[in-house]
């Protein structure tokens, strides 16, 4: 296996790091838009190596595909860019892998209620030629979009024998030293995913609700506690369906009552508009502006305590056909992450992910053409790989 | 008496438009940054004479006066100016009103315990400059401050035998229609205001306290009903206790839960900040983006409907030695003054005190020199002339 990360970010280089503990490749090229940074990850391994690529060219993808004779592109920049580089691995031959999917955009009249281009829609159009290709296209391999999909596929397989309901529920207690306020995660990112129209599978159909909606209080395990969780559009909800029968789907993000409000708020005003705007003799993004005064998270992980928590709760039959529910997780404390890693703890537990595919992929347990995701793929091997990798994952009885 | 006005933005042209029903001037001369401007306020009476003005520059304050031989000089300019047409006033020997006071600056080490420079100190440092000059600077002589002190001292001369509080409490329930945010005043004051420490009078001291704090829920009359109101600094929380006996005097503005969150969340994520921050390119203040993307009041008068209210609470012993408690207030409907004036309720309330009180120096009803607040005054003459200008107060008598 020949391995291009393309993205030398937060999660690009976590993923480099791990990697580097594993024998399983043959080549592991880390390329980004800055040499810098493709260099600054690719140190931490002499079997690495670093390139400038520009991933919103899917020209320069193949280009550099080939001239690595690069049999697997591992996706790690920002979703905008997510058709280049799906593209430019399709036309170099190469299969893909990535950790978020090609962008939606909102129904044009009814957008809280139809959906219109979905998560993943652009992607899965090109489903056939993947597969005509004999190429495995392996969508949203994250943590979440990810190992939350493993997780449903598992509670099928194993440990239900009817499922009614499939919730993500996302959420965590990581807090900042010294900070007012100061989000874990890119801002601008954020309000992306929290403000478009979440999408809800029910009865057969996907439809899409209102942002924020639906609140509701999850006591997340590990020391974290009871969370205020509202719906956020996700890849889950869109990829689930596709290949595990549930009565329902959705994904609900533990933002916390201060960032759903924060969030509200900006919305209300208007400030999280990207639409420039002019102030004095300049134009800017109010979006940017609220990203620039707020401190840049990925300098934040050594100022930062507390456990993240990525998880799947399934409610219906079990096998012995009584009601069951069950929530299968995830939890990283960011001290062990960054001691063990140097990488803060949503960032580690969305890179080990792809890499433990890399590996399963590698050897053949697992296999496969088109357009999946990975609740398309025997989640057994991979759990237990994660397992292997030190970072188990646990499943709790009852509701929550 | 001739009048100079300075600053023809919303609360000047108001009061050009209530002036202009008047005959107690022989000159009205009004003048702003922008000669247009002072032009469109000027056009409501043939008597008005447009002039453009810095109102930065004291030197150019003098000039104007000495050269239409002012008498009074209305500042109605944005209160960062007051400073230079105060000056300008007096070294021209004119009198002088204005409806804000110089600026505060908190105290450097302990901001939310101590006062620091005081509104209107910088001004009340003058006094007998022009107490000796035989000069009069009424200050703080708009609705709040302005007629709240007014009321402030009605009730010490003919309602109480002793003052335990004066409590300013104002509130309204103006919306604007189409928007899903759209405050009725201008963001950027209130933001100056609302977020400075506010000052409290209290066993014969000043102290400040943490903005927005000890929150409380203020029924106001006239069908408005239970407004969230907090601390807010304001100008007769200074101004009273000179002339008026009170144990305790406070202000609390009723900006409404929704508002009151939108500020918190503001000064919390610092989007209230003045100082630039780089995005992109360009460098920008983040309180003027908020500025920019918010719909300008001034714009939205007749998009508003609802009523202003504005009032002073008063605690203490009645003539008759026994427990009173009082609510002394003004309303006005903004479809009344967008009606009668072209003017917003909140701008046509604040307009049409200082021209009463013009009016009132004119005929030598009203007298003095020095820097007076408006209750060093007479307060009877000035609440029937207010009657007679269309703009009747009442008194609410017992607790909310």
Chains 1, 2 share one sequence.
Request: glycine share 10%.
């Amino acid at each position: 296996m020949r391995v291009l990360v393309v993205g030398a970010g937060g999660v690009g280089s976590a993923a480099a790091g791990i990697a580097a503990r594993r024998s399983f490749f043959s080549a592991f090229v880390i390329a980004d838009y800055s040499l810098d940074r493709a260099a600054r990850a690719a140190s931490a391994d002499p079997r690495f190596v670093a390139e400038r690529v520009d991933a919103s060219s899917a020209g320069n993808i193949s280009e550099l595909c080939r001239k690595h004779a690069i049999t697997h592109v591992l996706n790690a920049v920002d979703p905008r860019f997510v058709m280049p580089v799906f593209e430019g691995a399709l036309a170099a031959g190469a299969s893909y892998l990535d950790m978020a999917m090609s962008l939606s955009h909102p129904h044009p009249t009814e957008p809280y209620r139809l959906t219109g281009e979905k998560l993943g829609d652009a992607q899965f159009a090109l489903a056939s030629s993947w597969a005509e290709a004999g190429l495995l296209a392996l969508v949203g391999i994250g943590v979440e979009p990810g190992l939350s999909d493993i997780f449903a596929r598992y509670a099928a397989d194993h440990l239900f024998s009817r499922i009614d309901e499939v919730g993500i529920r996302d959420g965590g207690n990581l807090v900042v030293e010294g900070y007012d306020f100061a989000p874990s995660f890119s801002v601008w990112t954020t309000i992306e995913e929290c403000l478009n129209p979440p999408v809800i599978w029910e009865n057969g159909e996907w439809r899409s609700t209102v942002p924020l909606s639906e609140p509701e209080i999850f006591d997340f395990p590990g020391g974290i506690g009871p969370v205020e969780c509202v719906h956020v559009e996700h890849e889950e909800v869109l990829l689930i369906p596709r290949w595990v029968d549930a009565g329902k789907v959705t994904f609900k993000y533990g933002l916390g009552s201060e960032f759903i409000e924060v969030l509200r708020t900006l919305h209300k005003l208007g400030l999280d508009s990207t639409a420039p705007v002019r102030v004095g003799g300049v134009s800017v993004s109010p979006r940017d502006v609220v990203a620039a005064v707020l401190p840049d998270p990925a300098t934040l992980g050594d100022k930062m305590t507390g456990t993240t928590c990525a998880g799947t709760l399934v409610r219906g039959l079990g096998v012995d056909g009584s009601p069951r529910e069950v929530y299968l997780y995830h939890l990283v404390d960011n001290e062990w992450s960054m001691r063990e890693y140097g990488a803060q703890a949503v960032v580690w537990q969305t890179a080990v992910n792809p890499i433990v595919a890399l590996e399963l992929l590698a050897t053949g347990v697992w296999q496969g053409a088109g357009v999946l995701g990975p609740e398309a793929l025997d989640p057994v091997p991979f759990l237990d790989k994660l397992v292997e990798y030190g970072a188990p994952w646990q499943i709790r009885e009852g509701a929550a």
